[in-house]
């Protein structure tokens, strides 16, 4: 007769024939109170499909690594254990998490790509106070 190997009760993963489903592989605190990001961020929960991404509202308080004033002025994400990073690499960190774009996360981590988002992400923020009065929240 063939070995079996043994079960591991209460440990799935080392069960044969078992999957295992990763936590999230990104947690992303958003600006909640605001429709533009909203709308961004239905998207997003639309695209991953996957559940890989953990959303959090900065308004909701829970488990924010910075004070709120700073979360919500630039858009902030982070990989386990890996840095809290913002703009264009906390995008890139959002789109590496989706397969339909990680794509684009993974050529946004080349240096002068990066720098190239990050401007226009600086130019966007300018911007995003009078988009902000002309978007309305999306229909849930």
């Known amino acids: 007769p063939r070995p079996t190997r043994p079960e591991a009760p209460g440990r799935p993963e080392l069960m044969p024939g078992a999957t295992t489903t990763a936590g999230p592989r990104v947690t992303?605190?958003?600006?909640?109170?605001?429709?533009?990001?909203?709308?961004?961020?239905?998207?997003?929960?639309?695209?991953?499909?996957?559940?890989?991404?953990?959303?959090?509202?900065?308004?909701?308080?829970?488990?924010?690594?910075?004070?709120?004033?700073?979360?919500?002025?630039?858009?902030?994400?982070?990989?386990?254990?890996?840095?809290?990073?913002?703009?264009?690499?906390?995008?890139?960190?959002?789109?590496?998490?989706?397969?339909?774009?990680?794509?684009?996360?993974?050529?946004?981590?080349v240096p002068p790509i990066r720098w190239l988002l990050d401007r226009f992400y600086v130019a966007f923020l300018r911007v995003r106070p009078w988009l902000q009065r002309h978007v309305s929240a999306p229909e849930r």
């Open 28 to 109: 992303v605190w958003y600006d909640g109170a605001c429709p533009l990001c909203l709308r961004e961020i239905a998207l997003m929960r639309r695209l991953d499909r996957r559940g890989a991404i953990r959303f959090v509202s900065v308004q909701d308080g829970d488990e924010c690594p910075l004070d709120p004033e700073t979360l919500l002025a630039r858009f902030h994400a982070q990989e386990p254990g890996g840095p809290l990073v913002s703009g264009a690499a906390a995008f890139a960190a959002m789109w590496r998490a989706i397969p339909v774009l990680r794509p684009f996360g993974l050529l946004a981590q």
